[in-house]
DNA sequence: TAAATTGGCGCC
DNA sequence: AAAGGGCGCCAATTTA
């Protein structure tokens, strides 16, 4: 049903459930996305309870739409249940916190209930609807994609229409996510991991919500420093060319310098001032327009930046981040130091907790290699214990652990050790020789990857691989990327409930950033260190590494 | 001219 | 025999 202010009371008395679906239509694209488009807010918002659907108009531009006041209530009573479902769920729940919704108790996300189902497939409900549940959806969508085109409209603008025109697609929406998610409890291989990974989901929501605060001094004081090192840098190129040139251009790099490609590993190799000088240029405008800049544009009033991390970003079951992504920030040894922007609130300190070596580690309970599991049993350097049984540098044996699990081929390794392909294939012998678990597992992976259609994670989660775009060449390393994102995702969850005063505010994959009273650090790091290595299935030691620190560009180790 | 692709590069 | 896994984002370049 359309609500009214007439109606608003009959509706309000309908929602009687302790779980409400909700759907929201925006009349922006994103409460953050100040740099894509104006942070904006709910258009109106499409709820179903028990036998009750209906849409409440809140912003729509041709008015109808319920009373600010009866918005209020709808939102208090939005406050009063436990459980809020949808796909897609924290945006909604992110967007409507702008209208006072508070932090539900309980998220329920169909999108990651998907995600689980068949990493490779497409996330959008409609598709989804149509393909698990039978019917037409995705054709009933035409009807409101047709109704904006005639209107002149773009889909994010659907509060531009009257609200009797949008009423029927916003309940139907909520009508379908209701019956996934039933759908996605009945059918799945492990309705288990559908409620940890709704309880994971609900948390970077919260993460995304809570953000990371920006020192605008700082970031100023880096970027006007990158500025003028770009332009300084320019200057000197262009003097070398005797004329302009876009450094940034490959077409025009490599007509300079006579290089098939304009890429770091080129043209560091030259040893020749002029490409020297193209990567100074490259370092510090990217500085500039990947990061400094960007982050100026994606800051909130409180210079507070929300970036988005999303449980369905990756096949392997890692999570990605965007707008902007922060887990690309460069690392504290480039001649930028970017993570100096991020400043822990005032009160707070910064607390670091990275999985040391995780994916090795990870490689060693999988393979059950006996001597690489010797390794770390007795607590030795890595890189330096296995170079010692190799006979080679450690530089050579660092290069190859970090290299091997990637599938690395002799031509490759050759290139990134600076050798020829033949002495690189002599090293990967001599690994596999030493190390013989690596390569038999790897064959094993691809077989059940190949024969079976997936691989399973210790959790249980599975890697498909049944589909065109999924080579099972890849299982090995999906199965030690994937497994990782496990552990973390299910250590990230048992932190916030065990360990609530440290408050999570990045996960980079094998590392988490917290950020906690400052007169607490010496107190909860111990705590969290112990959560985390606290891993009884694992059957090779797992090892936290912690620093501490006021911003993330100057963190100091935690013993 | 806007959309799509490519080249390049940041992270684990 | 040979085989570089997983992302997001920017500017340049090509395509429709």
Not at 4 to 23: G, K, M, P
Not at 170 to 185: F, G, H, N, P, W
Not at 344 to 363: I, T
Not at 500 to 520: G, I, K, N, T, Y
Request: proline residues 4%; charged residues 25%; contains cysteine.
């Amino acid at each position: 049903m359309l609500v009214t202010r007439e109606n608003f009371e009959q509706a309000l008395s309908q929602i009687t459930s302790d779980s409400l679906v909700v759907d929201t239509e925006t009349t922006g694209l994103h409460p953050y996305w100040r740099r894509k488009a104006p942070a904006d807010k709910a258009g109106g918002i499409a709820i179903k309870s028990d036998a009750f659907v209906g849409y409440f108009p809140v912003r729509h531009a041709g008015g109808q739409n319920i009373e600010q006041g009866q918005y209020a209530r709808l939102i208090e009573r939005m406050n009063e249940v436990t459980t809020i479902v949808n796909h897609n769920t924290m945006f909604d729940v992110n967007m409507l916190a702008q209208d006072g919704l508070d932090r539900p108790g309980r998220t329920v996300d169909t999108m990651v209930g998907l995600h689980l189902m068949n990493e490779n497939g497409s996330k959008k409900l409609k598709v989804a609807a149509d393909k698990y549940l039978g019917g037409d959806s995705s054709k009933e969508e035409h009807g409101l994609h047709q109704l904006l085109r005639t209107n002149g409209l773009m889909v994010n603008q659907m509060w531009r229409l009257a609200p009797g025109q949008v009423a029927p697609y916003a309940c139907q929406d909520v009508i379908l996510a209701e019956r996934l998610d039933a759908y996605l409890r009945e059918k799945l291989y492990t309705p288990r991991l559908y409620d940890e990974l709704n309880s994971f989901a609900q948390m970077l929501g919260d993460m995304e919500y809570t953000g990371i605060k920006v020192d605008v001094a700082t970031l100023t004081a880096l970027a006007n420093e990158a500025e003028a090192e770009a332009s300084a840098s320019l200057k000197r190129i262009e003097a070398m060319a005797g004329g302009p040139i876009n450094p940034n251009s490959s077409g025009q790099v490599r007509y300079w310098l006579h290089t098939p490609d304009a890429t770091e590993e080129t043209l560091s190799a030259m040893k020749d001032p002029r490409a020297d000088e193209i990567l100074t240029y490259k370092a510090w405008r990217k500085a500039c327009d990947s990061y400094y800049g960007p982050y100026r544009e994606w800051m909130d009033e409180n210079h507070v930046i929300h970036a988005g991390f999303n449980p369905c970003g990756t096949v392997s079951g890692r999570i990605s981040s965007s707008d902007p992504n922060l887990t690309a920030v460069p690392r504290m040894s480039t001649e930028y130091k970017v993570k100096k922007v991020f400043h822990a609130r005032p009160g707070k300190r910064f607390l670091e907790a990275d999985y040391s070596q995780a994916e090795v580690r990870m490689a060693a309970h999988y393979t059950q290699d006996a001597r690489l599991k010797e390794i770390f049993a007795s607590g030795q350097d890595l890189h330096s214990a296995v170079a010692a049984d190799m006979g080679v540098s450690r530089q050579v044996g660092k290069t190859i652990n970090l290299s091997i699990l990637y599938g690395i081929g002799a031509k490759r390794l050759g290139i990134s050790l600076g050798v020829p392909k033949r002495k690189a294939q002599e090293y990967l012998d001599t690994y596999n020789t030493n190390f013989p678990g690596i390569k038999k597992m790897m064959r094993k992976a691809e077989g059940v990857a190949s024969e079976r259609g997936y691989i399973q994670m210790y959790s249980g989660r599975r890697r498909h691989f049944n589909c065109a775009d999924a080579d099972p060449k890849d299982a090995f390393n999906n199965i030690i990327q994937g497994g990782i994102g496990e552990m973390v995702r299910r250590t990230m969850v048992k932190l916030r409930r065990t360990i609530p005063e440290a408050v999570c505010v990045l996960q980079v994959h094998d590392s988490l950033m917290f950020e906690v009273d400052e007169d607490r650090v010496g107190e909860i790091a111990p705590d969290i260190r112990k959560l985390m290595e606290d891993q009884p299935w694992c059957t090779c030691p797992v090892k936290v590494d912690m620093k501490t620190g006021q911003s993330w560009g100057d963190m100091k180790e935690v013993k």
